[in-house]
């Protein structure tokens, strides 16, 4: 691969997609991050053979690719101290700050610029990533389509067709793994309180998720038909689900959807009116 990408931030999510471009043998010589802080930096140079520089001068910034990865409230000030350095260089932007709109980016580092916005997740550290994609008028086919090769090395990718649309994938697949997360936290203190040991409780609530999820993704059945088959008439199962439906599972998961959804929309609003 020829193609040059500057990570602009090498935090938890660059280094995720980092790690999904270097399992595809993406060419370390041709990522570049920016990282203030050098120690980090040079974690990264460790990790993943990629070229490591603490600020931007415009040499770094010579590639094909700039992505913007840095925290949301960061990148205003980040995308100002671009556009010097940048000159009148036009490489393909990615922004995968949560929020952000490219209204905002075109304010802050140019409006020429053809933009991409997209919401990874973190499971692209290990190749099983989730990355809804939103791209400007302003972005060629050719963009699209390298846009969506680099995006694809971290896992599976989904374009949206309105912008707005990406807080909706925010609120699914951006935040999601937290949600499990939380979900195996609930799961393990659960068996270690009917009995199980730590470990023991790990183990099978993990492989659970995992069998889980890969068994609704290889069947191809929907959800809702495979927890039928696990739920016999008057059994265990059902017990547990009873539970849930007592809780309103389903209505308790719409409202934090619609929280984090909200979030995403007001970080928006905070972030362009400062
Ligand atoms: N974490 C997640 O699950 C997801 C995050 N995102 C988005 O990804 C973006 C990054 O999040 P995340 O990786 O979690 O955050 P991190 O804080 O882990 O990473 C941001 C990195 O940017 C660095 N940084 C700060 N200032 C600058 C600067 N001026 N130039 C270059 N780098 C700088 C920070 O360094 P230092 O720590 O020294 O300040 C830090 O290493 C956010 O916008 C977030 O919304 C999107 C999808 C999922
Ligand atoms: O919590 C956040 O704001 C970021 C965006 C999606 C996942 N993490």
Redesign the pocket.
């Given at each position: 691969m020829s193609t040059s990408i500057v990570f602009v931030g090498g935090g938890n999510m660059a280094t995720s997609l980092i790690s999904g471009l270097r399992n595809a043998d993406w060419s370390g010589d041709c990522i570049t991050v920016i990282e203030p802080d050098a120690d980090k930096g040079q974690q990264l140079a460790a990790g993943y053979a990629v070229n490591t520089v603490t600020s931007a001068n415009d040499r770094t910034l010579d590639a094909d690719v700039i992505v913007l990865a840095v925290k949301p409230q960061m990148l205003r000030e980040v995308c100002e101290g671009l556009v010097e350095p940048l000159g009148d260089r036009k490489p393909l932007i990615v922004s995968i700050a949560?929020g952000v709109p490219i209204a905002g980016l075109r304010e802050w580092l140019g409006a020429d610029h053809a933009y991409v916005r997209c919401?990874p997740?973190t499971p692209s550290l290990i190749g099983a990533g989730a990355t809804g994609i939103y791209a400007d008028d302003a972005v060629t086919d050719d963009q699209r389509t390298l846009a969506d090769s680099i995006l694809k090395t971290a896992g599976m990718t989904a374009w949206v067709a309105e912008e707005s649309l990406l807080d909706a994938v925010?609120a699914t697949s951006?935040?999601g793994p937290a949600y499990f997360f939380a979900f195996m936290e609930a799961m393990q203190a659960g068996a270690i309180e009917l009995g199980l040991d730590e470990t023991t409780a790990r183990e099978l609530v993990l492989h659970t998720a995992l069998g889980a999820a890969r068994m609704a993704i290889e069947s191809g059945d929907d959800p809702s038909t495979l927890r039928e088959k696990v739920t016999s008439p008057g059994g265990t199962t059902a017990a547990a689900l009873d539970q849930y439906a007592a809780g309103d599972l389903n209505a308790l998961v719409a409202r934090a959807m619609e929280a984090a959804a909200s979030r995403a929309d007001s970080l928006a609003t905070e972030l362009l009116d400062k």
């Open positions: 949560a919401m997740n925010t951006g935040s």
